[in-house]
């Protein structure tokens, strides 16, 4: 007997539609990032397309490499609402890197901000790390 393939065509949406789809979805919930070190979970923004050219511009106004303002950005509740502000910069800086580096990490995974190479076997001096998308 011949299996026939179903008819799997995906509903289109007008706009009404899509922004209610999006609204009544998970796609900007803050990602729940577990730390192992303090035996908890912490929340990582997810940014809409207008808060992403926010940060880009925000982040070429920012002195030195800007871990600490993504850091503010990046660390939110779990209603996105942000757990610190710039005032709390002082705070911030006494924050150990292995929960910082984590919350930077997902933050620019989670909005795309690096996008995984496929790795390559054969060239040995191609780097295999996240690449940076430049303001894209």
């Known amino acids: 007997m011949a299996l026939t393939k179903k008819n799997t065509k995906n509903a289109v949406l007008g706009k009404a539609q899509l922004l209610s789809a999006i609204a009544s979805s998970a796609m900007l919930a803050p990602s729940r990032l577990p730390i192992k070190e303090l035996d908890a979970d912490v929340f990582v923004k997810r940014m809409t397309l207008g808060e992403r050219d926010e940060y880009f511009e925000a982040m070429k106004k920012v002195e030195g490499k800007g871990n600490v303002e993504a850091f503010i950005i990046a660390l939110v509740d779990e ?43 054969d060239d040995a001096d191609q780097p295999r790390e996240d690449e940076d998308l430049k303001n894209s």
Request: net charge negative.
């Open 79 to 121: 209603n996105n609402e942000p757990l610190f502000t710039l005032d709390d910069i002082d705070i911030v800086k006494t924050i150990p890197p292995v929960l910082t580096d984590a919350v930077i990490l997902e933050f620019n995974v989670i909005n795309r901000f690096v996008i995984k190479r496929p790795e390559k076997k």
